[in-house]
Every structure is written in structure tokens, then in C-alpha cells.
């Protein structure tokens, strides 16, 4: 969905390297949220946020961190990447009570 | 691609038949249940929805059915085509924040 875009879409990093993945919407949605996916598990929740500056963990928060400056952007960070955080990563974000809308995903290779 | 399930259950169909897709939940407490459809190298799409006060809805070739009795959900895609080959997840909706568990998701391959 073209209203809502990650970038990178591709990243190979080292470990111990700090990474921050981008996402940014047009939808004018108040709630957005970080997933990550790994083959065979889905789609789990890192972290989500109603509003401007309100910020919860989700299900395997550890090892990442969040930044919601601006209701359009929603930023995922890891401090020390790690290679068990090689995944697949996807923005979403909802009105609401209501489906939640997915970015393209940025895939991500810790070495 | 990416590969976004090497271990997932695979349906496999002929092109032009019928596809179920199943999920079981396991909080009666759902209220509210999402069909997303992924294709390679692409976010979840969706697909359908419905909320626990219906047993079935319709959508354009699809229609999801809730069980609640039993906590299963499934997704009928009719005539299926091979732009329908993708994986699809189930998610359920558990308390009013709008959280929603995915379910593990299946891979549906269309044979021409």
C-alpha cells in the first residue's frame, strides 16, 4: 500500500551496529505499530502507538526501541543489532478500532 | 521473493475450484477477525473482516465464515486464480486496543 512507506527496504549490518528503520503514512491514522516476521512464526508486535508520543511494547520489544515524533512517522530503532534480529520488518497502521494497513517491509540482515 | 514461511501448511488447488483456507482462535473473548492476504516480497493485504456478531461475510469471491462455538474461522475463495497464490494469515483482535494476533498463516498454491 503506497500510503504507507519503509525505508530502507533492504539493509546488511554488522553486529553491535545501531539501525533505524523508517515509516511514514498518508492515511492520517492515529495508530501505528511495529511487527516483525519470521518464516514459520507470522507476525509479531514490537512495539505500538495511539498518538503523538504515546509509545507501548508489544510481545519481543526487547532489543528495540521507538520514536513517535509526528502522527506520519513512526520509527523503529536497535541499539546493538544482534543476528536473531535478522528478519523481515513491516509498519502498519489502523484508525482505531478498525484493519491495520501494512507498509512493503524492510528486510533486514544482522552479520 | 522473500520468503515469508518455509515451514507454513501449503493448499494446493487447481485453478478454477474452490479454496478453503482454516484458522482456529483461541480467546473467545475476539471479537473481531481480519483475513490478510501476502504475496511475495509484499506487506499483508486485506482481504476481509467480520466482527463476532455474524457468522458470515461476503466479500468480492471470498466469504469468511466464524464459528464461534468451536473458535474456527475460515476463508472460501471461489474460482480460484493463480493471482490468488500467496500466504494467508488470520488475525483476531483481543481487547479493544485494537491488538491483533496473527495466526501462523497457510500458503495457497494455484496449479494452472
Known amino acids: 500500500d503506497a500510503d504507507v512507506t519503509q525505508t530502507p527496504r533492504n539493509r546488511i549490518t554488522k553486529t553491535g551496529k545501531r539501525i533505524m528503520l523508517e515509516c511514514s503514512q498518508t492515511k492520517g491514522h492515529d495508530r501505528m505499530y511495529w511487527y516483525r516476521q519470521d518464516p514459520g512464526l507470522g507476525l509479531r508486535l514490537i512495539y505500538y502507538s495511539f498518538d503523538v508520543k504515546d509509545i507501548n511494547k508489544g510481545e519481543i520489544s526487547d532489543g528495540y526501541s521507538v520514536s513517535r515524533q509526528a502522527q506520519a512517522k513512526f520509527s523503529l530503532s536497535l541499539e546493538s543489532a544482534i543476528p536473531n534480529q535478522t528478519a523481515l520488518y513491516f509498519c502498519?497502521?489502523?484508525?482505531?478500532?478498525?484493519?491495520?494497513?501494512f507498509g512493503p517491509g524492510t528486510r533486514l540482515t544482522v552479520l | 521473493g522473500e520468503s515469508v514461511g518455509l515451514h507454513l501448511p501449503t493448499l494446493s488447488v487447481q485453478e478454477g475450484d474452490n479454496s478453503i483456507i482454516n484458522c482456529a482462535y483461541s480467546n473467545s473473548a475476539s471479537d473481531y477477525f481480519i483475513w490478510y492476504k501476502q504475496e511475495s516480497g509484499k506487506g499483508p493485504q486485506f482481504i476481509i473482516d467480520?466482527?463476532?456478531?455474524?457468522d458470515k461475510r461476503q466479500g468480492q469471491r471470498v466469504t469468511v465464515l466464524l464459528n464461534k462455538t468451536v473458535k474456527h474461522l475460515s476463508l472460501q475463495i471461489a474460482a480460484t486464480q493463480p493471482g490468488d497464490s500467496a500466504v494467508y494469515f488470520c488475525a483476531e483482535n483481543i481487547d479493544a486496543g485494537n491488538m491483533l494476533t496473527f495466526g501462523g498463516g497457510t500458503r495457497l498454491m494455484v496449479k494452472p
Open positions: 467480520i466482527r463476532s456478531n455474524m
Open positions: 502498519a497502521t489502523s484508525a482505531h478500532i478498525d484493519t491495520q494497513y
